[in-house]
């Protein structure tokens, strides 16, 4: 069989990429002081609990629950050493939202401390159907208290164009400002059954011929 051709592209201010590629544009985004709390739903029955002894199995059931349809990839093609190591790591605190009475866990924040002088929120997600409802700004104020707590110089995240559409103005609502944006190119996690094939319905799966 022949192979497909495909017409001459003007690239000029485009970055070809290839099948089984996918790009997002990242927004790298900061504090260096404590923000003012987030307005919450009012008689809301949520808690915040830190996991004291994640597993490897629950959390990459959680990651996947939270982020599938964001295409969330990165821990879950770590293989299980790594990742058993970063979650032991007394670094890493990973705290869960869930519901006053209940056992579901409902929400991820992961908060990095293994830099001196500054904290990462590595993972901030909800499961799907609590967005927009005031789960991430009570989720957001406890995790910016945690890691204010320690005194460091600046807290920082970052999100992507894959991620939910409002994850840069909610970040930028809680205090954080944006300080850098770059490309990001990776191999497509649905393609070789990291998730599934149905994942990320934003996003196009393109596969070479």
């Known amino acids: 069989m022949e192979p497909t051709t495909y017409p001459t592209l003007n690239l000029d201010g485009y970055t070809p990429l290839p099948p089984g590629k996918l790009a997002a544009v990242v927004t790298f985004l900061e504090m260096t002081e404590p923000p ?7 008689g809301h029955d949520f808690t915040f609990a830190p996991v004291t002894d994640p597993q490897p199995d629950w959390y990459r059931d959680l990651f996947r629950r939270i982020g599938e349809e964001w295409l969330w990839y990165s821990r879950l093609r770590m293989d299980e050493a790594a990742l058993r190591a970063t979650l032991a790591d007394p670094g890493v605190c990973v ?9 579901e866990d409902l929400g991820l924040i992961e908060l990095d401390f293994r830099t ?18 005031g789960a991430g700004r009570f989720m957001m104020n406890r995790a910016l ?31 954080f400002r944006p300080y850098a944006r770059a490309i990001e190119v ?9 998730l599934s094939r149905s994942a990320g319905r934003h996003a196009p799966l393109i596969e070479s011929d």
């Open 95 to 103: 705290h869960v939202l869930r519901r006053a009475g209940e056992t």
């Open 36 to 42: 003012a709390l987030l307005p919450e739903p009012p």
């Open 116 to 133: 001196p002088g500054e904290v990462e929120l590595s993972y901030v997600g909800l499961v799907p159907g609590l967005v927009g409802g």
């Open 145 to 175: 208290t945690l890691a204010f707590a320690t005194a460091p110089r600046r807290v920082h995240v970052h999100t992507c164009t894959l991620d939910h559409q409002g994850a840069v103005g909610f970040y930028m609502r809680a205090g």
């Open 186 to 194: 990776v191999d497509d996690p649905r393609l070789d059954g990291v």
